[in-house]
């Protein structure tokens, strides 16, 4: 027989252990379910003061988001009776109460057309209108939105069924899982005609309120709270199956959802990393980089090294094989001679192959070596015939004296279809100058550098 003493220690630690850990995470015998559906039932009605708190509420967040007060938001989260309607649709799918449930989505829309109106009328006014940054960062959402929603609706749904309730977990749900700004974001499109603001705002409200429901579903079955009891047999069958279509219905969109932001921001991270590699190993500028997995775009303005053909379709082959095809590269790219140079690396490329493999052809061979010595001229010329920037700078300098810094570069914009080259002018202004005496002293400097250097294309923009 084995002697099992040696691993008596080691059985009884992993036994602590496991008796630790069960009593650490283990909400079951805490739970207190009548109290938890009263509760729920109880914040779920809009009549009276809720309507009037909610109006408020979507005021203040209106103007939170407005000036970009995230504060501001932030109390207007914490006072708004938004959530109760969710975990009541939640809940009543969970216990099979189609009257609570009949309840919960009448008021859940009377909450959303409310707001939306609010929202719609402070926004309806003109000195409201300006796009902030809080308004934008409420129209496009991401897998990190769909945790934090199904996450949220966890934690809030777990406050609820304790018998001592964590106000401030359930308030601290309240802030994380922010239902308030997408609506008021909607009702700003909505106002302004912007649809953009107006379906990206939805789409992150659709994503909360569909994964606080499916955790507050969840929960309710995990927890075995009692179902709700008919005496008609028949009629409870019909309405459990009812509802289970219903939460069907949610979690196959929120399947859906959830694949869909995976699979944008981890697009987005792939093309970051090639852009990065690239920055970085260049020396390059990116500006007004724009990644859109919808559209399978990547456009991006350089400043420095050149964006070869053969190094976009690199990219293209490498986000291919991650399992995004179709990606098309739009690059304004700031560089002197790019279509010189891309022929010379495409009739070098043909003279290397043709001196393999035809080296019965040697005429060809003669042809093509006096055209690549012509294009090493044509570009060894065209470097020598730059724009004089050191004597522009000086000049610019003498008589604008609230330049502080001066850049030049040749924009050359392509989306591999057609070509057109802007010299630009970079200009970095004083903080003392006036926004009138900017834009004034702009055009007399265009107008000069267009005459001086015999063109109509050249721009001024603007380094601060």
Same mark, same amino acid.
């Given at each position: 027989?084995?002697?099992?003493?040696?691993?008596?220690?080691?059985?009884?630690?992993?036994?602590?252990?496991?008796?630790?850990?069960?009593?650490?995470?283990?909400?079951?015998?805490?739970?207190?379910?009548?109290?938890?559906?009263?509760?729920?039932?109880?914040?779920?009605?809009?009549?009276?003061?809720?309507?009037?708190?909610?109006?408020?509420?979507?005021?203040?967040?209106?103007?939170?988001?407005?000036?970009?007060?995230?504060?501001?938001?932030?109390?207007?989260?914490?006072?708004?009776?938004?959530?109760?309607?969710?975990?009541?649709?939640?809940?009543?799918?969970?216990?099979?109460?189609?009257?609570?449930?009949?309840?919960?989505?009448?008021?859940?829309?009377?909450?959303?057309?409310?707001?939306?109106?609010?929202?719609?009328?402070?926004? !309806?006014?003109?000195?409201?209108?300006?796009?902030?940054?809080?308004?934008?960062?409420?129209?496009?959402?991401? %897998?990190?939105?769909?945790?934090?929603?199904?996450?949220?609706?966890?934690?809030?749904?777990?406050?609820?069924?304790?018998?001592?309730?964590?106000?401030?977990?359930?308030?601290?749900?309240?802030?994380?899982?922010?239902?308030?700004?997408?609506?008021?974001?909607?009702?700003?499109?909505?106002?302004?005609?912007? +649809?953009?603001?107006?379906?990206?705002?939805?789409?992150?409200?659709?994503?909360?309120?569909?994964?606080?429901? =499916?955790?507050?579903? $969840? $929960?309710?079955?995990?927890?075995?709270?009692?179902?709700?009891?008919?005496?008609?047999?028949?009629?409870?069958?019909?309405?459990?199956?009812?509802?289970?279509?219903?939460?069907?219905?949610?979690?196959?969109?929120?399947?859906?959802?959830?694949?869909?932001?995976?699979?944008?921001?981890?697009?987005?991270?792939?093309?970051?990393?090639?852009?990065?590699?690239?920055?970085?190993?260049?020396?390059?500028?990116? =500006?007004?980089?724009?990644?859109?997995?919808?559209?399978?775009? %990547?456009?991006?303005?350089?400043?420095?090294?050149?964006?070869?053909?053969?190094?976009?379709?690199? +990219?293209?082959?490498?986000?291919?094989?991650?399992?995004?095809?179709?990606?098309?590269?739009?690059?304004?790219?700031?560089?002197?001679?790019?279509?010189?140079?891309?022929?010379?690396?495409?009739?070098?490329?043909?003279?290397?192959?043709?001196?393999?493999?035809?080296?019965?052809?040697?005429?060809?061979?003669?042809?093509?070596?006096?055209?690549?010595?012509?294009?090493?001229?044509?570009?060894?010329? !065209?470097?020598?015939?730059?724009?004089?920037?050191?004597?522009?700078?000086?000049?610019?300098?003498?008589?604008?004296?609230? %330049?502080?810094?001066?850049?030049?570069?040749?924009?050359?914009?392509?989306?591999?279809?057609?070509?057109?080259?802007?010299?630009?002018?970079?200009?970095? +202004?004083?903080?003392?100058?006036?926004?009138?005496?900017?834009?004034?002293?702009?055009?007399?400097?265009?107008? +000069?550098?267009?005459?001086?250097?015999?063109?109509?294309?050249?721009?001024?923009?603007?380094?601060?």
């Amino acid at each position: 027989m084995k002697d099992d003493t040696p691993n008596t220690p080691i059985k009884t630690l992993w036994l602590n252990f496991k008796i630790l850990l069960k009593s650490t995470l283990d909400i079951r015998e805490d739970t207190n379910h009548e109290s938890t559906i009263e509760e729920v039932k109880a914040g779920i009605s809009i009549k009276g003061q809720g309507a009037w708190v909610l109006i408020f509420s979507i005021l203040i967040a209106s103007a939170g988001l407005n000036t970009s007060s995230a504060a501001v938001v932030i109390g207007a989260m914490l006072i708004s009776p938004l959530m109760g309607p969710i975990v009541g649709i939640g809940l009543s799918l969970g216990i099979n109460d189609v009257d609570l449930m009949r309840k919960a989505i009448k008021n859940f829309g009377i909450m959303v057309v409310l707001a939306l109106f609010t929202s719609f009328l402070f926004f !309806s006014i003109p000195i409201f209108q300006d796009e902030t940054p809080e308004l934008i960062a409420r129209t496009y959402p991401d %897998v990190r939105d769909v945790i934090i929603a199904f996450a949220g609706g966890l934690a809030l749904i777990v406050a609820l069924s304790r018998r001592n309730k964590q106000i401030n977990t359930i308030a601290g749900v309240a802030i994380a899982t922010a239902l308030m700004p997408p609506l008021c974001t909607a009702g700003y499109g909505l106002a302004t005609g912007k +649809w953009m603001f107006f379906g990206g705002a939805l789409f992150l409200f659709a994503i909360n309120t569909i994964f606080i429901a =499916l955790a507050t579903f $969840i $929960i309710v079955k995990s927890l075995k709270f009692p179902m709700k009891e008919y005496l008609n047999s028949s009629k409870r069958k019909r309405i459990s199956q009812v509802l289970y279509f219903i939460a069907f219905l949610i979690l196959a969109p929120s399947i859906y959802m959830f694949y869909g932001l995976y699979k944008k921001s981890d697009f987005e991270r792939k093309v970051n990393l090639i852009l990065s590699e690239f920055r970085e190993n260049n020396d390059v500028i990116l =500006l007004n980089q724009q990644i859109s997995y919808n559209d399978k775009t %990547v456009a991006f303005a350089t400043v420095g090294k050149s964006v070869t053909i053969s190094l976009v379709n690199k +990219w293209k082959e490498k986000l291919e094989k991650q399992g995004y095809g179709g990606v098309e590269f739009e690059i304004a790219q700031s560089v002197e001679n790019l279509e010189t140079q891309t022929m010379l690396e495409k009739l070098e490329s043909t003279y290397y192959t043709s001196q393999q493999n035809l080296n019965n052809k040697e005429e060809i061979i003669v042809r093509q070596e006096k055209e690549l010595l012509l294009l090493q001229k044509q570009l060894y010329l !065209s470097e020598k015939s730059k724009v004089p920037f050191d004597q522009i700078a000086n000049e610019i300098k003498i008589n604008y004296t609230n %330049v502080e810094e001066i850049a030049f570069s040749k924009l050359i914009k392509t989306n591999f279809k057609k070509m057109d080259t802007l010299p630009i002018i970079y200009l970095k +202004w004083s903080k003392s100058t006036s926004e009138r005496n900017k834009t004034n002293d702009e055009a007399k400097i265009q107008k +000069w550098l267009r005459l001086k250097l015999q063109t109509d294309k050249l721009e001024i923009e603007r380094l601060n």
